[in-house]
């Protein structure tokens, strides 16, 4: 079992940047990723990441703007968000899993999530 706890939300402006965290403990190895769920739709993948780093995964929307990285020694994953839009806003949810398509697809533990704001 792993336990997730993300950090970074805040309000920021169209077209700015915001770095989410995501700290794990508990069992190591895993490969982790990012949801978000935005009022009134169903929670939908960004990224993921394995716990090698070599394989990712991304959303089309957020190709070339969002960038997935990890310390393995931090246990930590990060998501990188630049050039923001306000349909981005969300809750945001870190996930783990023991490959990134298992993170794409029925990840095995969820954080608490993290309020995102895009004002226009």
């Known amino acids: 079992q792993v336990q997730l706890v993300e950090s970074g939300g805040g309000l920021v402006q169209a077209g700015g940047s915001l770095r989410l965290s995501c700290a794990a403990s508990g069992r190591a190895g895993y490969a982790m990723g990012w949801f978000r769920q935005a009022p009134g739709k169903e929670r939908e993948f960004v990224a993921a990441?394995?716990?090698?780093?070599?394989?990712?995964a991304y959303t089309d929307s957020v190709k070339g703007r969002f960038t997935i990285s990890r310390e393995n020694g931090k246990n930590t994953v990060y998501l990188q968000m630049n050039s923001l839009r306000p349909e981005e806003t969300a809750v945001y949810y870190c996930a783990a899993g023991v490959s990134v398509a298992v993170v794409q697809s029925t990840p095995r533990s969820w954080g608490q999530g993290t309020q995102v704001t895009v004002s226009s």
């Open positions: 990441m394995s716990w090698s780093g070599g394989t990712t």
